[in-house]
């Protein structure tokens, strides 16, 4: 039993000696825009800014006062309101009163056959003009020149399809040691550097910041090939690879940032749709992930309090390397360093909500978003 441990140990160093350098090759082939000079007036394509909004009365107008104070020549934004109920209507209608190049679209029934935000976001697509569509989020926040600089990014790299990683804004013990975790966890498993490499399956779609080509986005079947998918943003970094065009991932911070939901519990609950469905609704690699969780990110720990000798080691390697990542993962989000000391406890925590997005889909028989029930079966016909 001693020399099994000793072997998995030793694996799971060895894997994460390969994953520590992957990623920080990787990272650090990812441009920043930051550090890029934002496009002059000839260089700004026309764009249409689109999000969809079901009651966010309470981040609304943070968001909107950045949009606002947007430096950008030739853009247009469209606002979705999805059935809400509460002010956000009237917050929206109150914008485009007073903003020329914005305008507010409402929604009062989801037709059948589609999921309310890619069927919001659809909407908006067909009232818009841009050449280039940035998809977003309502309570995302943006530096005035954030959209000169991801376009210089787009055109240096001859981009189809730019998505940008955000600040997060995290309160608290609880909410930070799990959305770093989750930080983490997205470096980890998602090879963001090999999504610019027309030869690599890898994708990314990010909520908060997706920009495409008008004409990539409408070659690719727009928002109607993910009416019923959940994770429609990372699914339409999915569609524009498979489409044979360019994709390219980003580094936004100090420029896109955003509130996401507010404490542990509502992170917990909020991502309740989401986990089973990013796994394509299949058991097998929903337990799969959760124990190759549990393998990499918390037994090296138990192994350096509960082993000795080789064992002890072995684990110390892994868990030494998860720590100067998670440390990583801290200091861009402009959190303390001592939190990567909380690894294991976020690992628990995202296992559990894992289980959790497994077992509520499955009780239920689907799940419920934006204030509509969904079939499973209907769920899993909508994959991409």
């Known amino acids: 039993m001693h020399a099994f441990g000793l072997v998995l140990s030793s694996f799971v160093a060895a894997l994460w000696i390969v994953v520590a350098l992957r990623v920080a090759v990787g990272t650090a082939k990812l441009p920043r825009i930051k550090d890029t000079s934002p496009a002059a007036d000839s260089d700004c394509p026309s764009i249409s800014l689109i999000f969809a909004a079901r009651d966010e009365e309470e981040k609304l107008p943070n968001a909107l006062a950045t949009l606002e104070a947007m430096d950008y020549p030739r853009l247009e934004i469209i606002a ?229 000798g080789w064992l002890r080691a072995a684990c110390g390697i892994a868990a030494g390397i998860a720590l100067c990542m998670h440390v990583g993962v801290d200091v861009v989000n402009k959190v303390s360093p001592l939190y990567a000391l909380t690894h294991p406890l976020g690992a628990l925590l995202f296992c559990y909500m894992i289980v959790r997005s497994v077992a509520v889909t499955l009780w239920q028989g689907g799940v419920t978003w934006r204030g509509t029930f969904y079939p499973l079966e209907e769920l899993k016909k909508g994959v991409v």
């Open 80 to 308: 979705v309101d999805d059935r809400s109920q509460d002010g956000t209507a009237k917050i929206l209608d109150e914008f485009a009163s007073a903003q020329t190049n914005f305008r507010a679209v409402h929604i009062a029934e989801l037709p059948s056959g589609w999921l309310g935000k890619p069927h919001a976001l659809q909407r908006a697509y067909e009232a818009s003009r841009g050449e280039w569509l940035l998809f977003t989020d309502a309570d995302v926040k943006f530096e005035p020149s954030a959209l000169r600089r991801a376009v210089a990014i787009a055109r240096q790299r001859n981009l189809d399809h730019l998505t940008l990683l955000a600040d997060v804004e995290m309160r608290g013990f609880w909410e930070t040691t799990l959305l770093t975790f989750f930080g983490f966890a997205f470096l980890v498993s998602n090879d963001a550097y090999r999504v610019s490499d027309p030869s690599s399956r890898a994708y990314v779609g990010v909520g908060a910041f997706q920009l495409v080509r008008r004409s990539t986005y409408e070659a690719i079947g727009t928002h109607r090939r993910l009416a019923m998918e959940v994770v429609d943003d990372m699914k339409l970094g999915k569609l524009v690879k498979q489409g044979g065009f360019r994709s390219g991932v980003g580094l936004g911070q100090d420029f896109l940032s955003l509130r996401w939901h507010a404490g542990v519990g509502n992170i917990i609950r909020g991502v309740t749709k989401n986990f089973f469905a990013a796994f394509g609704y299949k058991l097998w690699f929903a337990a799969a992930a959760v124990l190759g969780m549990l393998l990499l990110n918390v037994a090296p720990f138990v192994g350096v309090v509960a082993g000795h």
